[in-house]
């Protein structure tokens, strides 16, 4: 099994962290990129100092995922990759060695991993990386099939690699049990997502009114979320619940743009202009369109552990999720959220129609999934137990 770091972890030396971001193909704030920014906020908190050097190509501009950077004030350096054969970020991670002076190196992905590997290589330094398992690509294509042989291959070269539950450390010790791998369970920044001090009202701008039932979405609009099984099945439950409306808040990653407009042609189909929404909100506002739902709808194909499902239970919603990844590590089936299998269509619908017509259960559900996150997947505890992974590859 994975080893799972206690958060009880004795309290160590101040460290500076340089982590690694590949972000040539991102363009808004995924899960990633959320617990990027959660970890290096909590690691500053706690009076590390952390410098993040992420690897971008000039031509894209400035991207919502750039611009929360500097909003959240994040420490950042952004190196242009105009080629994945180019290796400018391979120097500036050398330089920033040498100028930062680094005590850890942190990776996030598949290019980073392996500057992280070369960097540590050439300076000593010990290297670990954050791994969400292997959810961009299905296992059909070619990148589904080398992309996992690749990181196999760099991960037996570093220290430690961080997964965010036990059913992705399985994925990888599975393949390869010589890749030492923590547990630590995301964070989520119960401040930040707390109904006492955020209010919704999205509503009325969603769909010109504040008294209808919203299930709302969160994520890319990509086929391993799940978007077209959400749309066939809000064909079904508007048929009972006319009251009810679903909003997705998300954009196409490059290259899915048709994935996008078949999505929007089949609600045009279905009939559901009315009732179904894709829009988007600046990262900022994620706690106030989470507030403007009343149940949360996670119908993935693939996930390791969704932040939407730990921010929706932070803010008091229940969740209907797929049991993929880790979900069935954190939500007990009826009691602080409700599972399907993916792909099921009908238990989905089975089970938003009992949070739409029970609110009382709902409301307990809400609760339950709250009281979950405070005892177990605070922000702390996330950076504690990080904190002791640093600690145990420095020494």
């Not at 739409?356 to 609760?367: F, N, Q």
């Amino acid at each position: 099994m994975p080893n799972t770091v206690s958060p009880d972890c004795p309290k160590g030396k101040q460290r500076r962290i340089l982590f690694l971001r590949n972000s040539r193909g991102i363009t808004d704030i995924t899960g990633a990129e959320t617990y990027l920014i959660n970890v290096i906020s909590g690691l500053r908190r706690a009076g590390h100092e952390v410098m993040l050097l992420t690897a971008d190509m000039s031509t894209k501009g400035e991207t919502p995922w750039v611009r929360a950077l500097t909003d959240r004030q994040i420490p950042h350096e952004i190196v242009d990759v105009p080629s994945k054969f180019s290796l400018a970020d391979m120097r500036a991670a050398m330089r920033l060695v040498k100028e930062f002076k680094p005590d850890v190196l942190h990776a996030m992905d598949h290019r980073s991993d392996a500057v992280a590997v070369w960097t540590a290589a050439r300076t000593g330094l010990p290297a670990v990386a954050s791994f969400f398992g292997w959810t961009n690509w299905a296992k059909t294509t070619l990148r589904g099939r080398l992309y996992p042989i690749f990181d196999r291959l760099v991960m037996r070269r570093l220290k430690r690699v961080i997964v965010d539950s036990a059913y992705v450390g399985e994925q990888i010790r599975s393949a390869n049990a010589n890749v030492q791998v923590a547990v630590i369970q995301n964070g989520v920044d119960l401040e930040r997502f707390d109904p006492t001090r955020v209010s919704g009202g999205y509503k009325n701008q969603w769909f010109g009114a504040e008294d209808v039932f919203c299930v709302g979405m969160i994520g890319r609009l990509h086929p391993n979320k799940g978007h077209a099984d959400m749309a066939e099945a809000a064909a079904q439950l508007v048929e009972k619940h006319p009251e009810l409306r679903f909003v997705v808040l998300g954009d196409p990653p490059t290259g899915y743009e048709e994935f996008a407009d078949d999505l929007r042609a089949r609600l045009r189909a279905l009939g559901l202009t009315e009732h179904f929404v894709i829009t988007n909100v600046p990262s900022s506002e994620i706690p106030r369109a989470i507030a403007s739902f009343d149940v949360t709808a996670l119908p993935s194909y693939m996930e390791s552990l969704s932040y939407v499902m730990l921010e929706s239970m932070a803010m008091h919603k229940p969740v209907a999720s797929a049991r993929v990844g880790g979900h069935g590590e954190l939500i007990s089936h009826g009691e602080n959220g409700l599972l399907f299998e993916p792909g099921d269509i009908s238990a989905m619908v089975d089970l938003i129609d009992q949070l739409v017509s029970d609110p009382d259960a709902a409301s307990r559900m809400g609760r339950a999934g709250f009281e979950t996150m405070r005892d177990r997947y605070s922000t702390d505890a996330m950076i504690a137990r990080t904190c002791a992974v640093y600690d145990e590859v420095i020494s």
